[in-house]
């Protein structure tokens, strides 16, 4: 039985045994293969990076669909060529990991570092508040609870600011601009490591990492705590699925030996979930979901794990986030229970805007159910040739438990896209198995070019799932230098009004100032509809006045696309604008191509 076993596995990690006599033969295509593949490869990659680098376009041109509507055709080549060379590899050359690890972070890099080649500065206006609490940790030393809820999990911030600080770096900003690219390439250990202990055909693993990172449009791997709190989450899973193979423990001299064994994944496990508690509010939940819903399924994983995180969530949301539990206590309660009203409220919010929005809006929906149809067809596939036992209960325990995030917390609309991130790992390997058994040892050229056509297709509707936002969503260097201006003029109780939040502010001293948004003031909408904006200005002015220091106020062109892009008003921006200009109540002190900065007169 051992050695049937041994063979089993021994052709799993290959290409079907030769017939006698034509091993040479086999040898010979498969080094040309290895050529072919390496060379499309570098030639993919040399293609997307010269498209890039040699672009002249102007991504302020950008139409509604995104930065898909501005792309050089050869971003697109180069991407389709990966996918070529990628599947050529994995049809004749599975068990070559390094020319297969080599084609996952080439498409890292071409997924999630194209804005970073493009774009003058970190995308996401968050990015840039991430950035300033860091700098305040470094600075000051300090975290401040009171601030706002990020205060209250301050983990990754105070990582950031000693990270800047030990490395005597003076700015997070090339950093942020390529966290993306190194978040994802940090998943790719964890998740290899979680795949590993599902399956021992090296074709499923690596279809099933591409297709996790080209059906990651989630875009919550940017420099943010959701970021590495997703690492913490991925690493505590695989080493789960290690330590805990979904067998009952024995006692007794062999059980001893084997406890032994998994002390350490066991001890590391606990280090990890307790670290993931300080660092995310959300993330620490899953985690404790998904561990209990495994510890259900799996005899062998000890049920005080999902318990402790349990109480560690509790203690630290008793002790330490009591700042933040103090004003939103009844909200995050209300919640529990509401599936519909949180579901309704991320679909509302989301399927509205200008009709290229609304396109987006369609293809993100499309491509989240597409990767979940293809999960649903896996799972037939294997049920359908081993029955239930083909079928790993832990991995179908983590595709459904981020379905009960919903009933908890509706996460200002976000829960469903969340849902789908926690859950995208086990649905990318059911994907995978819908093309690749977990022991088959062959794969012919059909089901290899059935493969390439689904991965084009996912890559396809990445592109505008993952950055149909980017008109809204980059910035430029003349906004972030009229933020520049204001932080070098302002004093410490100066009030920084914006047109809309969708800024590059709050980069700094970000505990000095207070932050007003003009299109959340009462009297925005009357002003848009009449025309008649001298009211409003009359109630900013008296909202941002300060007796003691200027006051100041910016319109952006990220502020203006952002409504425009949504169907919030459209105009309304350029309209406030022009009653700045006009209007005897401020000044303009700084004007650029992207930017307009307006200063409060001072009351004689």
Known sequence: ??????????????HALPAPGHEPTLRASNRLAGVGAGIGLAAAVGIWLLSLLSFGGDLRSMSDLGLVSVLPPGVFVGAGLLVGSFCLTLWRLPTKTPLLAAHVLALILML??????????P????????????????????????LDVYGNWPGFFIILGFLSRAAGMPSLLGLAEWASVIFNALYLAPLLL??????????????????FYSANWIAQDYLAPQAFGYLLYLTSLGLLMHAYPGTARRWGREGYVAWRRWAAPIVLILVLVAASVPVHQLTPVQLTISLAAVAVVSRGVPRALPIFLACTIAAWAVFMATAYLDGHLTNVISDVGKVGASVEEGVQERVA????????VRMRLALSCFIGLLAVAGCVRLLARGGTAAIDRRLIALALAPAVLPAIQSYGGEVGLRAFFFALPALAYFAASLFQLPGSSTSSLRVMAATAAVLLVILAGFAFARYGNEKADFFTHDEVRAFEYFYDVASPTSVLAVADSNSSWRFKQYEQHEYVVANRIEGWDEAVQTGEWDGFLALLAAEIYRADASSYVIVTRSAQDAIELIGNKPGSVDAFEQALRSSDRFRIVLENRDALVATLRKRS
Do not use: C, K, Q
Request: glycine share 8%; no cysteine; aromatic share 10%.
């Open 1 to 14: 039985m051992a050695r049937e076993t041994e063979a089993i596995v021994d052709t799993a990690r290959g």
């Open 353 to 360: 805007g200008s009709e290229g929005h609304l396109f987006v």
């Open 194 to 211: 979680l795949y590993r202990a599902l399956a021992v055909n090296p074709r499923l693993i690596w279809l099933a990492v591409w297709i």
């Open 123 to 146: 995308r996401f206006t968050v990015t840039w508040r991430h950035i300033g609490l860091a700098e305040m940790v470094a600075r000051t030393g300090t975290v401040r609870p009171d």
């Open 112 to 121: 999630f570092g194209t804005p970073a080649v493009l774009e003058e500065v």
